[in-house]
């Protein structure tokens, strides 16, 4: 498994942008850089959604149909690091942010289909 840690969560305004970050902070028969990642989100009362995930080599990038066009998900395999470039940033957007590693085989929607969770980031747009 991975040791994943998020950051660069915070209190923004409605139309602001952030950038998150996830980083291995630990490994165990495991590669950062041969595991698809994903991002996904979860609100209070909420299930956890699925936000943004992409492949270990960067050329595939699915995403939510509610950030389509604002956020950007990429990755630094030298640096152990997978990003989440949110724009545009709307009051619904409000959630603790995770960040996990795909194991599953085709469903990268599917929370059940990762592991490795991180602790999270509060994500907080206010109007």
């Known amino acids: 498994q991975l040791q994943l840690v998020e950051s660069g969560g915070g209190l923004v305004q409605a139309g602001d942008s952030l950038r998150l970050s996830c980083t291995v902070s630990?490994?165990?028969?495991?590669?950062?850089?041969?595991?698809?990642m994903g991002w996904f989100r979860q609100a209070p009362g909420k299930d956890r959604d699925f936000v943004a995930c992409?492949?270990?080599?960067?050329?595939?990038?699915f995403y939510a149909d509610s950030v389509k066009g604002r956020f950007a998900v990429s990755r630094d395999n030298a640096e152990n690091t997978v990003y989440l470039q949110m724009n545009s940033l709307k009051v619904e957007d409000t959630a603790v942010y995770y960040c996990?590693?795909?194991?599953?085989?085709?469903?990268?929607?599917?929370?059940?289909?990762?592991?490795?969770w991180g602790q999270g980031t509060q994500v907080t747009v206010s109007s």
């Open positions: 630990a490994a165990s028969g495991r590669h950062f850089s041969s595991s698809a």
């Open positions: 996990a590693a795909f194991i599953g085989q085709n469903g990268y929607s599917n929370p059940a289909e990762y592991d490795s």
């Open positions: 992409i492949s270990w080599n960067s050329e595939y990038r």
